[in-house]
């Protein structure tokens, strides 16, 4: 059961347009939810994140936007760069007493960024 | 950065070997997560500990067990190595917070012949 679904397995784009990455999630207890960049032969790390009690949330080029009623959070990428070139995921916590912190991650998106 | 290590970075065993990955913190965090990634699965929970010898369970811990006797170390041990443990594995570390923001390790590259 894939409570965190990133259903594009890749995307490729040019330099300076716009990535957006996409996410769905099934469980209503998610409240919180966070993305990761990994490049490889690296551990993940953290890249932005956003609460249910919001829709968007910015840094610099990045933009998560969540739409609580479809389940549904994307991120930006505004411009794209050839650095961004990564390993995305998203996940999701539940917010719960005894979740003691849990992220359930998605698959994954390949990001290219053609120069 | 966070300061985490994981060692060894790269191991090759056989089928049967017992294995066990280390996974050093200097952030004194509370909590410590063991995970693997594997190609459309993304990263998956294997086991969790929420304090010294507090462990539990995560999504895919069959095969696998961990102690964690002191804040800063959590150990993850194949008892049996079988093929299909041949992954990557990351360790993570949290303090807990609003987001429960994770840290992660460099990872650990396990094949198991």
């Known amino acids: 059961d894939q409570q965190v679904k990133q259903n594009s397995p890749s995307l490729s784009v040019q330099e300076g347009r716009i990535s957006i990455l996409n996410c769905d999630y099934t469980?209503?207890?998610?409240?919180?939810f966070l993305w990761y960049k990994k490049y490889p032969a690296e551990g993940p790390t953290f890249l932005i994140s956003i609460s249910s009690i919001k829709d968007k949330n910015e840094d610099g080029r990045f933009t998560v936007f969540l739409n609580k009623s479809a389940k549904h959070l994307s991120l930006h990428i505004v411009p794209s760069q050839p650095g961004d070139s990564a390993v995305y995921f998203c996940a999701a916590k539940n917010a719960g007493g005894t979740s003691y912190g849990k992220l359930t991650f998605g698959q994954g998106t390949i990001l290219t960024v053609h120069p | 950065d966070a300061g985490i290590t994981q060692s060894p970075r790269h191991k090759v065993t056989e089928t049967g070997t017992p294995v066990t990955l280390r996974c050093h913190q200097t952030e004194n965090h509370r909590y410590m997560y063991w995970y693997r990634q594997d190609p459309g699965h993304g990263l998956r929970l294997i086991h969790y500990s929420y304090g010294v010898k507090d462990t539990d369970k995560g999504e895919v811990s069959d095969g696998y067990s961990v102690s964690r006797s002191k804040t800063e170390d959590f150990l993850l041990t194949l008892e049996s190595a079988t093929s299909s443990q041949t992954s990557v594995y990351f360790c993570a570390i949290s303090d807990g917070g609003l987001y429960n923001e994770q840290f992660f390790g460099p990872g650990t590259r396990l094949t198991v012949l």
């Open positions: 469980n209503s207890m998610f409240d919180y």
